[in-house]
């Protein structure tokens, strides 16, 4: 028997249903129909469908991003986020917030934390999936090249995490051409939301799950701008002795 990837959403949705079932018991079915509508999360300025089983107000078709007032919370808990949230600036050399999401995916969480960053501060979103990080760029692409001077600037990579400490020191910023990350400093927090994703797990050419039939590929960085070098599992099987 196969067991199914556990979706978090999903299983956040049915409890969050079970508790209004309990909590309006009581009530009309008109009052119920009205909670029930209001329960639902808006769609993101992307035009993306958002699941029915989501209360995230970030979740879109392609992923639902779990516990993200949290993880933007736990961001700006760093030592110049709180100066930054209780003087409103931040008094030293570098003057502006730099933040990681380390696993971009659906740019759900990047998005929560755009939304709470100033201008001048920086996100970047990295992600070895070229398929999660054209869809997250195209998703926040009005923070994209510095273009809106009045936004933070969201800066897409593409590298595994385990990377990271190599790559961003040489990421220049698009308007002044100078590295975001100045020599002898770092960034102010780092978001890893490890594991596969729903979406990678839903997409049969992937090749993550037994419930749909696809190559056997289960390559991270697989599809257009992937590693076209990096083999698949399936070359992988003479050697483990499978034929």
């Known amino acids: 028997a196969f067991v199914k990837p556990f979706r978090t959403d999903r299983a956040h949705g049915r409890h969050r249903q079970r508790q209004l079932t309990c909590a309006l018991s009581t009530s009309s079915k008109e009052e119920t129909e009205k909670v029930d509508k209001s329960e639902k999360p808006n769609n993101t300025d992307n035009g993306d469908d958002v699941d029915d089983v989501s209360a995230s107000p970030f979740a879109t078709s392609y992923h639902a991003p779990v516990m993200w007032k949290e993880c933007r919370d ?42 709470q960053m100033k201008a001048g501060d920086v996100l970047f979103g990295c992600d070895v999936d070229p398929t999660a990080l054209s869809t997250a760029s195209k998703r926040l692409e009005k923070y994209v090249g510095g273009k809106d001077e009045s936004l933070p600037l969201f800066v897409p990579v593409q590298s595994n995490f385990c990377d990271l400490a190599s ?16 020599e002898g400093t770092g960034v102010d927090g780092i978001l890893l ?6 979406h990678q797990i839903d997409t049969p050419e992937r090749g993550f799950a037994f419930m749909k039939d696809g190559p056997l590929d289960m390559r991270m960085s697989a599809g257009e701008g992937g590693d076209e070098f990096s083999p698949p599992a399936a070359s992988a099987r003479g050697g483990m002795g499978f034929t």
């Open 74 to 115: 736990a961001l700006f808990s760093s030592q110049r986020g709180r100066e930054r949230m209780e003087s409103g600036d931040v008094d030293d050399d570098q003057g502006y917030l730099i933040f990681v999401d380390g696993t971009l995916g659906g740019g759900g969480h990047s998005e929560s934390i755009l939304q």
């Open 167 to 182: 790559v961003l020191p040489s990421i220049q910023h698009p308007i002044t051409q100078q590295p975001i990350i100045p």
């Open 193 to 198: 939301d490890l594991g596969v994703s729903s």
